[in-house]
């Protein structure tokens, strides 16, 4: 029985009717909000499979259409239906329904077709709060600038949304409630600020297994991973020098190193574990040392690896050599990652790099492993028995016809082969590409000896085989080579595609001394420490034929801004919290500190907020305003009877005092009646009312009313007609 | 509550709670936090902290829909019985517009029904809320309650405000007009009939006025003086009409009522001069709207 009455319908101009008829309310909200779930969605599309893309791209224009020709909604078979297809496609790709990307796909199939069940703008809630879940699984996969950028709108948006569902009367447009919603937002975002500052960081609360994306060096190698990563342009690290950066060509940084194979696949030996016999032989690297150090930052991005590429060759503290403190690795700003080497001199931590984590450590460019056990050794001879005959034969063969062959009783001239080998892939029809293509069979014989066609990956393990068949205890490392030329805010950018591998061969005399092969084929590659880039795209072209350099420098720009966002945003961690609590004066602060500063802040926010309601609320119209102060200038006279209506002008307020106390009230009046004109009368007299007067006019008044009733005389009151 | 003529809201008449959206808000919040802490993304936190402080940004704004309204009940029209008794109230909104505030009368039933307003900056909105009455007679308003969600509709704000006045529901008029009751005149103590309109018997002339007609006119005394000369007449005769409990026999006493009200409005609709008499209560016979009601109210209350 309630009968609205403020809902009223525009008339609408017969002309408008034949041409473009505007869309009702509902569907116009409806739109809206299918258009925000495409953009929400929109990420999520180039990780998912194609199917979900289709499918949520029909779904929506199907609900578009019913909602813009107001037809009724699908039954509930059919969107039954369609989320147990999606279920099915989605366990046929995925092979589970748990995982992240599993789960994400689910999540926008689920969201798509929610809104085949989208009846009432109220009914929307669980879109909403599954549109909220949706912009944060965006950050799982980035959580660059630009994507903080396009998710700040669809926050923005679905606050519209929820704002537009709110207003049920008249037709407010998109603006007016984006505007709203944008307001209360504005307001959130210093709370929001205070959060993100003070709120504890703690680590995961439960394992997640497959957190992030893991791009990065592993601790095994099939031919083609290295490709993969090196066609990834993201960024592995960053590294400053303390002093001058050492030659482009010098600078190698060492991950996994690779012993083990089984004709296809290279193992590295499991660290930290008990199966290697050397954790009965040496407790320490062995280091011969040589040149100067080398101190350096590092910082790593989060990778969700343990694996740490540490620049060659950067010595444990334990090493044996005048220790000083800033010998070793240290994490900087207390970062919780441990970092170990072992006797390979492969640097690990503990637990993945799930944030961005700052390293401190001395490297010695020249040093070498030495001394090492004559079991180790006799690991890195060792090759599977089936695999490479041809290599193994040439091996031999070149190792007969080759200068350097061990003659009765003496031991083979390490160097001298090597150095063939180089003369050899230098001048034998070798040619160097990310692209080789496939290797069927036995990829080393083929490569080696047949097409001749690789990358850094098949250069050094060819080389690493044919070193084991002549007897030469060699092993494979894998790592980065080299950086961007220019250093970006005083770090060099190390790219996943500055991945490499090169060898590593045991001269008795000298110790594991480093041989890259790929310098023999493309020595660019080692000099200059360019990775190998993929071609630039179409438009990559036609900025480059328009600008030389162009590219290059918006990729620069583009990486500075990365950094900072990078340090700022997404680098802020625990240790940050603690910082600014130091800022801010707390000697030894903790978690508690954290908690009391953001209590404090949390309480004066909301103080803010009653102060602001209570200002609000204390809010009067001009009208209001003026009535008041008239009332509280004149309450002098109160005692003689004077009262100010909520209706009554300054000017007839003059009126009724010259009335009642005749010429005595004159002065008091004039004021007045200045005001009224000023309030009513035509623009020009713009001079700020005068409360100051009025109120000692009154006083005035108020003294001489009561100075002549005291002299018992008539009242003016009385005397006036 | 104390029933008041017009209410202002203020913080001390304004509720305010999380709705049951608000509750789902809080538990999505929650899961946002969850999965920020355990992929650690920072990104993550700033989402969850933004639509943290958004929500309590809302929470003043939904407050701040209701806050500084004044609520004034206009006078109330009286219903017939089985009709809705209407409430016309004015808004008056002395700030901001207001969009997203609802209107609603508590009679019991949940949740409770409300009518949308948007009130302009500084303006005035009426609503009209109408509620069926339990019956004839005087009834006491129901309570009113304004309510807001805006704008996110994560918090409920509401205030209930008791209007003072009272409803008057008539007897439903039995429809159609049944035929008059024959006894009016035959009854034993009518009054001889007044004269007071424009009747035929001739009483005496007196000057023209203006509105006599020309039949009036004395137009031989006109041709022979030059002067307008009227006929003054006795009017029709107009009897009083008497509208009586016993003239509804055979009905129980809500049927009689709803005759008698019928009746009512029927002679006063003819412009008859008419009186009610009923078993424990007379009115005197009279015309107009004020007697009309004053009978109606008579038989409401009987």
């Not at chain 1, 080497?341 to 984590?357: M, N």
């Not at chain 1, 309480?603 to 609320?617: E, I, P």
């Not at chain 2, 008794?85 to 409300?114: K, Q, W, Y």
């Not at chain 2, 005087?138 to 205030?159: D, K, N, Q």
Request: hydrophobic letters at 45%; one cysteine or more.
């Amino acid at each position: 029985m309630v009968t609205p009455v403020t809902d009223t319908v525009a008339p609408r101009h017969p002309l408008a009717r034949s041409t473009w008829r505007a869309p009702s309310r509902d569907a116009r909200d409806t739109l809206f909000m299918l258009a925000l779930i495409g953009w929400t969605i929109t990420p999520h599309l180039f990780h998912l499979p194609l199917w979900v893309t289709g499918l949520s791209l029909v779904v929506l224009v199907w609900r578009g259409w019913l909602g813009w020709r107001q037809e009724p909604l699908p039954g509930r078979a059919t969107v039954l239906g369609l989320l147990g297809l999606a279920a099915v496609l989605t366990f046929t790709g995925e092979k589970t329904l748990v995982s992240k990307d599993a789960g994400v796909t689910l999540l926008v199939v689920l969201m798509a077709l929610k809104t085949l069940e989208l009846r009432a703008r109220r009914d929307a809630l669980v879109v909403f709060f599954l549109g909220f879940f949706l912009v944060l699984t965006t950050f799982l996969y980035s959580q660059s600038f630009l994507t903080a950028v396009g998710t700040g709108v669809s926050v923005w948006g679905w606050l519209t949304a929820l704002t537009l569902a709110h207003i049920p009367a008249g037709r407010p447009t998109i603006r007016q409630a984006a505007g709203l919603a944008g307001r209360a937002a504005l307001i959130g975002t210093p709370v929001m600020i205070a959060l993100f500052l003070l709120f504890p960081r703690i680590g995961p609360l439960w394992p997640s297994g497959n957190t992030a994306t893991r791009t990065g060096l592993s601790d095994h190698l099939e031919l083609g991973s290295v490709a993969d990563l090196a066609s990834d342009d993201s960024i592995a690290f960053r590294i400053r020098f303390d002093g001058r950066a050492p030659a482009a060509a010098r600078l190698y940084f060492r991950g996994p190193v690779l012993t083990d194979t089984d004709g296809h696949e290279w193992r590295a030996q499991s660290l930290f574990g008990g199966r290697s016999p050397r954790s009965n032989g040496l407790r320490s690297v062995n280091v011969e040392q040589r040149g100067k150090p080398t101190a350096y930052e590092m910082t790593l991005e989060p990778t969700q690896l343990t694996w740490l590429s540490m620049l060659e060759l950067t010595p444990p503290q334990s090493a044996g050599r005048g220790v000083d403190a800033s010998q070793g690795v240290q994490a900087l700003d207390g970062a919780d990652v441990q970092p170990l080497a072992d006797l390979d001199l492969q640097w690990r931590t503990r637990r993945p790099i799930t944030q961005r984590v700052r390293l401190r450590a001395t490297a010695w460019l020249d040093d070498r492993i030495v001394g090492a056990q004559p079991a180790d050794l006799r690991e890195n001879l060792a090759l599977p028995p089936q695999f490479f005959p041809r290599t193994r034969a040439w091996a031999r063969q070149w190792l007969h016809d080759h200068p350097g062959r061990p003659q009765q009783g003496q031991a083979i001239d390490v160097d001298g082969v090597v150095q063939s080998l180089y003369g050899y892939i230098g001048s034998g029809g070798f040619s160097y590409t990310l692209s080789p293509g496939a290797y069927e069979g036995d990829p080393v014989d083929e490569f080696w000896l047949d097409r001749k066609v690789g990358f850094c990956e098949h250069f050094a393990t060819a080389f690493v085989v044919v070193l084991r068949a002549m007897g030469i205890p060699a092993r494979l490392v894998t790592g980065y080579q080299g950086t961007d030329p220019d250093p970006v805010d005083g770090y060099y950018v190390v790219r996943q595609s500055n991945a490499h591998a090169w060898a590593e061969y045991w001269n008795p005399d000298r110790g594991w001394v480093r041989a890259d092969p790929t310098a023999a084929v493309a020595p660019d590659r080692i000099e200059r420490g360019r990775a190998i880039q993929p071609r630039p795209g179409f438009v990559g072209n036609a900025i480059d034929s328009l600008s030389p350099g162009m590219v290059e420098r918006m990729r620069t720009w583009r990486e500075t801004l990365d950094n900072r966002w990078k340090d700022w945003v997404l680098g802020y961690n625990r240790n940050s919290q603690f910082d600014l609590l130091k800022k801010l004066g707390v000697s030894t602060p903790d978690s508690d500190d954290l908690g009391r500063v953001l209590m404090t802040v949390i309480s004066v926010a909301a103080l803010f907020g009653a102060g602001a309601a209570w200002w609000d609320s204390h809010r009067r119209t001009p009208g209001q305003r003026q009535t008041r102060r008239l009332a509280s200038a004149l309450r002098a006279l109160q005692v003689h009877g004077v009262q100010v209506a909520a209706h009554e002008s300054p000017g007839v307020v003059a009126a009724s005092l010259r009335r009642r106390f005749g010429t005595a009230a004159d002065g008091l009046a004039a004021r007045l009646e200045s005001m009224e004109r000023q309030r009513y009368g035509p623009a020009g007299d713009a001079a700020a009312p005068d409360w100051r007067g009025v109120k000692a006019q009154a006083r005035a008044l108020a003294v001489a009313l009561a100075t002549a009733a005291r002299a018992g005389g008539v009242t003016p009151a009385r005397a006036s007609p | 509550m104390l029933p008041r003529e017009s209410q202002t809201l203020t913080q001390r008449n304004i509720y305010i709670v999380p709705s049951r959206a608000g509750l789902a808000f809080c538990l999505t919040l929650l899961l946002l936090l969850v999965v920020s802490i355990n992929y650690q993304l920072s990104l993550g936190f700033a989402l969850t902290f933004l639509l943290a402080g958004s929500a309590a940004a809302s929470m003043h704004m939904t407050h701040g829909s209701l806050r500084g309204l004044t609520l004034h009940l206009k006078p109330l029209v009286p219903a017939f019985d089985g009709d809705a008794a209407v409430m016309e109230m004015v808004v008056t909104n002395p700030g901001a517009s207001r969009l997203g505030v609802g209107f609603g009368l508590d009679l019991g039933a949940r949740p409770i029904p409300l009518a949308y307003a948007e009130i302009a900056a500084q303006g005035q909105t009426s609503v009209h809320l109408g509620w069926l009455a339990p019956g004839r007679g005087l009834h006491g308003l129901p309570l009113v309650r304004a309510e807001s969600r805006y704008p996110f509709g994560l918090f409920r704000a509401w205030t209930i405000w008791r209007p003072a006045g009272q409803q008057w529901v008539y007897p439903r008029p039995e429809s159609p007009v049944p035929p008059w009751p024959q006894t009016d005149v035959a009854q034993g103590d009518d009054k001889p009939a007044a004269r007071t309109g424009a009747g035929t018997e001739f009483e005496g002339v007196r000057a023209y006025r203006r509105g006599d007609t020309l039949r009036q006119v004395v137009w031989k005394k006109a041709a022979r003086t030059g002067e307008m000369i009227s006929r003054e007449t006795a009017g029709a005769v107009q009897r009083e009409m008497w509208l009586q409990w016993g003239q509804a026999q055979g009905l129980d006493t809500e049927a009689r009522l709803s005759r008698l009200a019928a009746w009512a409005i029927a002679a006063d609709a003819a412009g008859h001069s008419w009186g009610l008499r009923l078993p424990n209560a007379e009115l005197a016979p009279a015309q107009g709207a004020a007697h009309r009601h004053a009978a109606l109210q008579a038989l409401a209350a009987w």
